[in-house]
T-cell receptor, first 110, second 112 residues
Framework: QKEVEQDPGPLSVPEGAIVSLNCTYS??????FMWYRQYSRKGPELLMY????GNKEDGRFTAQVDKSSKYISLFIRDSQPSDSATYLC??????????FGAGTRLTVKP | DADVTQTPRNRITKTGKRIMLECSQT?????MYWYRQDPGLGLRLIYY???????NKGEISDGYSVSRQAQAKFSLSLESAIPNQTALYFC???????????FGSGTQLSVL
Protein backbone atom coordinates (compact mmCIF):
# COMPACT_ATOMS: atom_id res chain seq x y z
CA GLN A 1 0.00 0.00 0.00
CA LYS A 2 1.33 3.40 -0.97
CA GLU A 3 1.64 5.91 1.84
CA VAL A 4 -0.37 8.49 -0.08
CA GLU A 5 -3.15 7.34 -2.40
CA GLN A 6 -4.66 9.61 -5.03
CA ASP A 7 -7.07 8.84 -7.84
CA PRO A 8 -5.16 9.65 -11.06
CA GLY A 9 -8.31 10.55 -12.97
CA PRO A 10 -8.44 12.00 -15.54
CA LEU A 11 -11.18 14.33 -14.41
CA SER A 12 -13.02 16.54 -16.89
CA VAL A 13 -15.49 19.24 -15.84
CA PRO A 14 -17.24 22.18 -17.51
CA GLU A 15 -16.13 25.72 -16.75
CA GLY A 16 -17.72 27.04 -13.57
CA ALA A 17 -18.07 23.63 -11.91
CA ILE A 18 -16.94 22.86 -8.38
CA VAL A 19 -14.05 20.41 -8.43
CA SER A 20 -13.23 18.02 -5.61
CA LEU A 21 -9.82 16.32 -5.50
CA ASN A 22 -9.04 13.79 -2.80
CA CYS A 23 -6.20 11.83 -1.20
CA THR A 24 -5.87 9.37 1.62
CA TYR A 25 -2.74 8.67 3.62
CA SER A 26 -1.72 5.79 5.84
CA UNK A 27 0.73 7.19 8.41
CA UNK A 28 -0.80 9.13 11.27
CA UNK A 29 2.61 10.73 11.89
CA UNK A 30 2.21 12.98 8.86
CA UNK A 31 1.98 16.55 10.10
CA UNK A 32 1.91 18.89 7.12
CA PHE A 33 -0.30 18.63 4.08
CA MET A 34 0.15 20.33 0.75
CA TRP A 35 -1.35 20.59 -2.69
CA TYR A 36 0.87 21.24 -5.68
CA ARG A 37 -0.30 22.19 -9.17
CA GLN A 38 1.69 21.03 -12.18
CA TYR A 39 1.15 22.35 -15.68
CA SER A 40 2.31 20.29 -18.64
CA ARG A 41 6.11 20.28 -19.03
CA LYS A 42 6.55 22.34 -15.87
CA GLY A 43 7.63 21.61 -12.33
CA PRO A 44 5.04 21.42 -9.56
CA GLU A 45 4.24 24.68 -7.77
CA LEU A 46 2.85 24.97 -4.27
CA LEU A 47 -0.84 25.80 -4.19
CA MET A 48 -2.00 25.20 -0.62
CA TYR A 49 -0.27 24.34 2.66
CA UNK A 50 -2.00 23.26 5.87
CA UNK A 51 -0.98 21.90 9.22
CA UNK A 52 -4.07 21.15 11.24
CA UNK A 53 -7.40 19.48 10.64
CA GLY A 54 -10.07 21.72 9.20
CA ASN A 55 -10.38 24.03 6.23
CA LYS A 56 -8.06 26.60 4.73
CA GLU A 57 -9.26 28.98 2.02
CA ASP A 58 -7.32 30.92 -0.58
CA GLY A 59 -9.48 32.58 -3.19
CA ARG A 60 -11.31 29.90 -5.17
CA PHE A 61 -9.33 27.11 -3.50
CA THR A 62 -10.13 25.35 -0.22
CA ALA A 63 -7.91 22.69 1.34
CA GLN A 64 -9.52 20.36 3.86
CA VAL A 65 -7.77 17.96 6.21
CA ASP A 66 -9.43 15.28 8.32
CA LYS A 67 -6.73 13.65 10.43
CA SER A 68 -9.16 11.26 12.11
CA SER A 69 -9.91 9.59 8.77
CA LYS A 70 -6.53 10.42 7.16
CA TYR A 71 -8.25 12.21 4.31
CA ILE A 72 -7.24 15.40 2.50
CA SER A 73 -9.21 17.29 -0.12
CA LEU A 74 -8.86 20.25 -2.43
CA PHE A 75 -11.95 22.07 -3.65
CA ILE A 76 -11.89 24.46 -6.58
CA ARG A 77 -14.88 26.78 -6.95
CA ASP A 78 -15.90 28.40 -10.23
CA SER A 79 -13.32 26.34 -12.09
CA GLN A 80 -11.59 27.97 -15.06
CA PRO A 81 -9.82 26.52 -18.13
CA SER A 82 -6.59 27.88 -16.63
CA ASP A 83 -7.08 25.43 -13.73
CA SER A 84 -6.44 22.55 -16.15
CA ALA A 85 -3.37 20.83 -14.73
CA THR A 86 -2.26 17.87 -12.67
CA TYR A 87 -2.85 18.30 -8.93
CA LEU A 88 -0.54 16.50 -6.50
CA CYS A 89 -1.28 16.04 -2.83
CA UNK A 90 1.71 15.74 -0.51
CA UNK A 91 2.40 15.05 3.13
CA UNK A 92 5.50 15.82 5.14
CA UNK A 93 6.69 12.58 6.68
CA UNK A 94 9.48 14.08 8.78
CA UNK A 95 11.78 17.01 8.48
CA UNK A 96 13.22 15.93 5.19
CA UNK A 97 10.96 13.51 3.37
CA UNK A 98 7.84 14.64 1.61
CA UNK A 99 5.53 11.93 0.23
CA PHE A 100 3.48 12.65 -2.87
CA GLY A 101 0.33 11.19 -4.34
CA ALA A 102 0.40 10.09 -7.98
CA GLY A 103 -1.47 13.22 -9.10
CA THR A 104 -4.92 13.81 -10.60
CA ARG A 105 -5.12 15.24 -14.10
CA LEU A 106 -7.88 17.85 -14.35
CA THR A 107 -9.32 19.37 -17.52
CA VAL A 108 -11.75 22.29 -17.32
CA LYS A 109 -13.62 22.70 -20.59
CA PRO A 110 -14.80 26.16 -21.75
CA ASP B 1 15.04 34.11 -14.86
CA ALA B 2 13.96 30.86 -13.23
CA ASP B 3 14.81 30.43 -9.54
CA VAL B 4 15.68 26.74 -10.05
CA THR B 5 17.30 25.88 -13.38
CA GLN B 6 17.82 22.37 -14.69
CA THR B 7 19.93 21.32 -17.63
CA PRO B 8 19.43 19.69 -20.01
CA ARG B 9 15.65 19.84 -20.56
CA ASN B 10 15.70 16.62 -22.55
CA ARG B 11 18.25 13.84 -22.82
CA ILE B 12 18.29 10.59 -24.73
CA THR B 13 21.02 8.12 -23.86
CA LYS B 14 21.88 4.46 -24.27
CA THR B 15 21.98 1.70 -21.70
CA GLY B 16 25.29 1.64 -19.83
CA LYS B 17 26.20 5.26 -20.42
CA ARG B 18 27.09 7.62 -17.59
CA ILE B 19 25.14 10.84 -17.58
CA MET B 20 24.85 13.89 -15.37
CA LEU B 21 21.88 16.15 -14.77
CA GLU B 22 22.62 19.59 -13.40
CA CYS B 23 20.69 21.95 -11.18
CA SER B 24 21.42 25.49 -10.06
CA GLN B 25 19.34 27.83 -7.91
CA THR B 26 19.21 31.52 -7.10
CA UNK B 27 16.82 31.27 -4.14
CA UNK B 28 19.61 31.16 -1.59
CA UNK B 29 18.26 27.96 -0.02
CA UNK B 30 20.59 25.51 1.66
CA UNK B 31 18.30 22.53 1.09
CA MET B 32 18.23 20.87 -2.33
CA TYR B 33 16.56 17.71 -3.59
CA TRP B 34 16.37 15.40 -6.59
CA TYR B 35 13.06 13.70 -7.41
CA ARG B 36 11.92 11.49 -10.23
CA GLN B 37 8.36 11.42 -11.56
CA ASP B 38 6.80 8.38 -13.19
CA PRO B 39 3.20 8.03 -14.41
CA GLY B 40 1.04 6.47 -11.72
CA LEU B 41 3.79 6.69 -9.10
CA GLY B 42 4.05 10.39 -8.49
CA LEU B 43 7.23 12.05 -7.27
CA ARG B 44 9.81 9.99 -5.41
CA LEU B 45 12.85 11.33 -3.58
CA ILE B 46 16.25 10.18 -4.85
CA TYR B 47 18.73 12.25 -2.81
CA TYR B 48 18.71 15.38 -0.71
CA UNK B 49 21.27 17.76 0.73
CA UNK B 50 20.85 20.21 3.59
CA UNK B 51 24.16 21.98 2.98
CA UNK B 52 27.35 21.62 0.96
CA UNK B 53 28.81 18.95 3.25
CA UNK B 54 25.57 17.02 3.74
CA UNK B 55 24.30 14.30 1.36
CA ASN B 56 21.48 11.89 2.20
CA LYS B 57 19.80 9.02 0.41
CA GLY B 58 16.12 9.23 -0.31
CA GLU B 59 13.51 6.61 -1.05
CA ILE B 60 15.06 5.37 -4.33
CA SER B 61 18.81 6.13 -4.40
CA ASP B 62 20.09 2.86 -5.94
CA GLY B 63 21.76 3.49 -9.30
CA TYR B 64 22.18 7.22 -8.65
CA SER B 65 24.81 9.46 -7.09
CA VAL B 66 24.89 13.19 -6.39
CA SER B 67 27.39 15.97 -5.91
CA ARG B 68 26.82 19.26 -4.09
CA GLN B 69 29.42 21.52 -5.64
CA ALA B 70 28.24 24.71 -3.95
CA GLN B 71 25.22 26.04 -2.11
CA ALA B 72 23.64 26.83 -5.46
CA LYS B 73 24.58 23.69 -7.40
CA PHE B 74 23.43 20.09 -7.01
CA SER B 75 24.02 17.50 -9.73
CA LEU B 76 22.60 14.01 -10.21
CA SER B 77 24.55 11.24 -11.94
CA LEU B 78 23.49 7.92 -13.36
CA GLU B 79 26.66 5.82 -13.32
CA SER B 80 25.39 3.22 -15.78
CA ALA B 81 21.99 4.14 -17.15
CA ILE B 82 19.30 1.48 -17.55
CA PRO B 83 15.91 1.71 -19.32
CA ASN B 84 13.85 1.76 -16.11
CA GLN B 85 15.56 5.03 -15.22
CA THR B 86 13.57 6.63 -18.03
CA ALA B 87 11.57 9.30 -16.21
CA LEU B 88 11.06 13.00 -15.61
CA TYR B 89 13.62 14.30 -13.10
CA PHE B 90 13.09 17.34 -10.93
CA CYS B 91 15.45 19.35 -8.80
CA UNK B 92 13.94 21.31 -5.91
CA UNK B 93 14.95 23.61 -3.09
CA UNK B 94 13.24 24.39 0.19
CA UNK B 95 13.22 26.87 3.00
CA UNK B 96 13.85 25.07 6.33
CA UNK B 97 11.28 27.24 8.11
CA UNK B 98 8.26 25.84 6.29
CA UNK B 99 9.63 23.07 4.06
CA UNK B 100 7.84 24.43 0.99
CA UNK B 101 9.43 23.00 -2.14
CA UNK B 102 10.37 25.04 -5.21
CA PHE B 103 10.87 22.95 -8.34
CA GLY B 104 12.78 23.38 -11.56
CA SER B 105 11.14 22.70 -14.92
CA GLY B 106 12.44 19.15 -15.08
CA THR B 107 14.67 17.00 -17.28
CA GLN B 108 13.00 14.34 -19.41
CA LEU B 109 15.45 11.44 -19.57
CA SER B 110 15.06 8.52 -21.95
CA VAL B 111 17.35 5.50 -21.68
CA LEU B 112 17.24 3.27 -24.74
Amino acid sequence: QKEVEQDPGPLSVPEGAIVSLNCTYSNSAFQYFMWYRQYSRKGPELLMYTYSSGNKEDGRFTAQVDKSSKYISLFIRDSQPSDSATYLCATLYNNNDMRFGAGTRLTVKP
Amino acid sequence: DADVTQTPRNRITKTGKRIMLECSQTKGHDRMYWYRQDPGLGLRLIYYSFDVKDINKGEISDGYSVSRQAQAKFSLSLESAIPNQTALYFCATSDPIDEKLFFGSGTQLSVL
